[in-house]
């Protein structure tokens, strides 16, 4: 199976603040790989789609980039609805897997 | 709009057996891709399982945790998607999503898993 690991495991941020979440996978993926967001008590939310895409209806604020094995999600300016966790996914093979999430708090 | 209702969670105990059901409306059922993803308490996401539409043939991947004791399954005609869970272990308490992950046809399921029910909670226990 394919692993996805995600760098840092936390991070302590201020409103305002740019972001830059990181996804490493451990093959070469070329493009697929999905960003979702989850707050506490909530279903995930799809950000970000085959590395760039932004989803419809997720803030501009929001980019994603990357191919390969080395991605990366981008908060451009922190509002205090983005303190959350992040979590990776890779859709290279049906045999679907997350990375273990980036916690975003608010420093 | 798209909307996803899972059903059947509960507490069993070890070695039990549980069927979890997930409700859908909003959407050509029998075109979508459909996956079940948990969550164990205060743990990341883990993805259980994908089940194919029909049309693109209908077959099934799992995790490896859960491969040779869970079953994924669809019913077209009701609009629902099921996850027969044998075999319990403590390990497999979570809450459990399912998920679209596309639509025949009109999204490629690579695209990511873009519409989720509530989840429904899981506990293995004796």
């Known amino acids: 199976d394919i692993q996805m690991t995600q760098s840092p495991s936390s991070l302590s941020a201020s409103v305002g603040d740019r972001v830059t979440i990181t996804c490493r996978a451990s093959?070469?993926?070329?493009?697929?790989v999905n960003w979702y967001q989850q707050k506490p008590g909530q279903a995930p939310k799809l950000l970000i789609y085959?590395?760039?895409t932004l989803q419809s209806g997720v803030p501009s604020r929001f980019s994603g980039g990357g191919s390969g094995t080395d991605f990366t999600l981008t908060i451009s300016s922190l509002q205090p609805e983005d303190f959350a966790t992040y979590y990776c996914?890779?859709?290279?093979?049906?045999?679907?897997?997350f990375g273990q999430g980036t916690r975003l708090e608010i420093k | 709009e798209v909307q996803l209702v899972e059903s059947g969670g509960g507490l069993v105990k070890p070695g039990g057996s549980l069927r979890l059901s997930c409700a859908a409306s909003?959407?050509?059922?029998?075109?979508?891709?459909m996956t079940w993803v948990r969550q164990a308490p205060g743990k990341g996401l883990e993805w259980v399982g994908l089940?194919?539409?029909?049309?693109?043939?209908?077959?099934?991947d799992y995790a490896a945790p859960v491969r040779g004791r869970f079953t994924v399954s669809r019913d077209d005609s009701k609009n629902t998607l099921y996850l027969q869970m044998d075999s319990l272990e403590t390990e497999d308490t979570a809450v459990y999503y399912c998920?679209?992950?596309?639509?025949?046809?009109?999204?490629?399921?690579?695209?990511?898993?873009?519409?989720w029910g509530q989840g429904t909670t899981v506990t293995v226990s004796s």
């Open positions: 996914q890779q859709s290279y093979s049906t045999l679907i897997t």
């Open positions: 909003g959407l050509t059922f029998s075109n979508a891709w």
């Open positions: 089940i194919k539409s029909k049309t693109d043939g209908g077959t099934r």
């Open positions: 998920s679209t992950v596309g639509i025949s046809g009109s999204r490629y399921w690579y695209y990511g898993m873009d519409v």
């Open positions: 093959q070469t993926i070329s493009i697929y």
């Open positions: 085959t590395a760039s």
